[in-house]
């Protein structure tokens, strides 16, 4: 695993929208299930979409507009019905594995300790854990769990657990991160916390993150662009800029600005007849 | 900390006291009502009557201890093997596990007497009731155990480029553990149930025909004699796979409050 020069420095260029360079390419895209009873389901429909190396996208759409579909076919985890995903110009045709996964569940395992979770790519790989053990202290204590190490994840909270996850998914230093409703299962003001502190390492890894969740608020403070999708089958409704200077604080919530994209969001949300007045 | 914080001084002690209470109503009983010896014999006759027979209940104890373990390691040797073929993959389901929910439908006890028909007297009948009767639940919890698996983990480590091989070995089966473990404690219970019964119906050994030899006498002080040394067997056997479980989980949620 090739250890890739990050930029390390707190001070970042203001505002920053990731390069111009493509890096996901998704390109006509189509998925449909077959049903256990032999109905054709669509998830997908002909979805297109360019993500720029570095750039930090979110997907919101209601339950079952095959947003988690996306991400596990970027991954490569799904094979397209029709369509395409390059990812850094090559296609994508079997478990694409350079990239750090995230669910809404943080899938630790109790047998292991908070150190032995973050290491889990390395045994999923194959690879010495032992040389990958400095690099996992220093990225728990870069999320605040200095002198955790050796805890069991039963002895965390919802919170810290989830931070061990993002740590898991950071250790082998992809440059891209997939994460499916990561904050979905914690407390409101954990919530805030996660997402101020998932800006700084975003600020500070360069990653490019897709990113997919229910909140309209989480999705526009995150994000470059939001991707506003349609009840299934998915497709893309909308691509909103959010041109609000980084980087940003929880107060950005209070700003005309903030308020009136997420005004913009759920109105088309109002009019898809997803939510009701 | 002093002695009697400890968690286990407690126990313990009540233990003691539990059982001293439940000896105590016993020999009550027997005085109270003079009950006769050959119906339900006190406490001290009972003791006395392990203290004359010891020597004969070691080398029947011995019989009986060796068909339960053999029995119960067969079940563990083969029935977890086989759950991992069923869980692999649905075609071989569909071959292996409806003829052993058949098998399970069969009252095995009714099979003992067909066992001594093949195989005679001996070890080979009590072994194989003792086998059938641990084998269903050990398959059954092993199964739920490495099918409980949640789904986005196999995706986690997908992602991660892990083989198959190495999700079953590394998450599926430790995850299967505290399942697996329900049915092993279980089997343990019924591994003994299994052996007795093959000793009742065609056996010349075991604490089981000492016990129908007993009956026979109307030697009821050994009788009771017997039983106590059975459930102390018993009990020594389902506390032995506690533990085990107990060192191979101790990070499981049934485990924690071990700890404290």
Known sequence: ?277 | MSLWNRKWTRDAFWMVVSFGALIGLWAGIVWLFETPGYLLPGPGEVLGSGRDNWLLMIPHSGWTILSVLAGYLLAVVVGIPLAILVVSSSTLERILYPPMVATQSIPKIALAPLFVVWFGFGMFPKVAVAFLICFFPIVVDTIVGLRSIDPALVQLARSMGAPPTRIFLRLRLPGALPSMFGGLKVGSALAVVGALTGEFIGSDNGLGYLLLSAAGELDTALLFAILFVLSLLAMAFFYAIELLERLMIPWHVSQRAHAG
Not at chain 1, 22 to 38: H, M, P, R, W, Y
Not at chain 1, 132 to 156: D, I, M, N, Q, T
């Open chain 1, 1 to 277: 695993m090739l250890q890739r020069p990050s930029a390390g420095d707190e001070t970042v260029a203001i505002p920053r929208a990731g390069t111009d360079e493509s890096f996901i390419e998704i390109a006509a895209l189509n998925k449909t299930f077959v049903g256990q009873d032999g109905e054709a389901v669509v998830a997908l429909e002909g979805l297109d979409l360019n993500v720029r190396r570095g750039e930090f996208v979110t997907i919101v759409g209601p339950s079952g507009c095959g947003k988690s579909t996306l991400l596990s076919l970027v991954a490569g985890l799904l094979e397209a019905t029709k369509g395409g995903i390059r990812i850094g110009g090559t296609p994508v045709v079997e478990p694409y594995t350079d990239l750090g996964f995230v669910f809404q569940s943080d899938l630790l395992l109790d047998w292991r300790t908070v150190t032995g979770n973050v290491l889990l790519p390395c045994v999923m790989r194959g690879l010495d854990q032992a040389a990958h053990l400095g690099r996992a202290r220093e990225l728990l204590a870069s999320v605040g769990l200095e002198g955790f190490e050796g805890k069991r994840p039963f002895e965390l909270s919802g919170g810290m657990r989830q931070r061990v996850a993002l740590c898991r998914a950071l250790l082998l230093d992809p440059p891209m991160l997939l994460m499916d409703e990561p904050f979905g299962a914690l407390d409101a003001l954990t919530r805030e916390q996660m997402q101020v502190d998932l800006q700084t390492i975003w600020h500070r890894t360069q990653k490019t993150v897709l990113f997919v969740t229910h909140s309209i608020s989480e999705a526009v403070f995150l994000s470059d662009r939001v991707i506003v999708m349609t009840p299934r089958p998915g497709a893309i409704r909308a691509i909103l800029d959010i041109d609000i200077e980084r980087p940003r604080d929880l107060n950005v919530h209070d700003t005309p600005r903030f308020t009136g994209i997420v005004h913009e969001i759920r109105l088309m949300f109002q009019e898809m007849g997803v939510i009701h007045r």
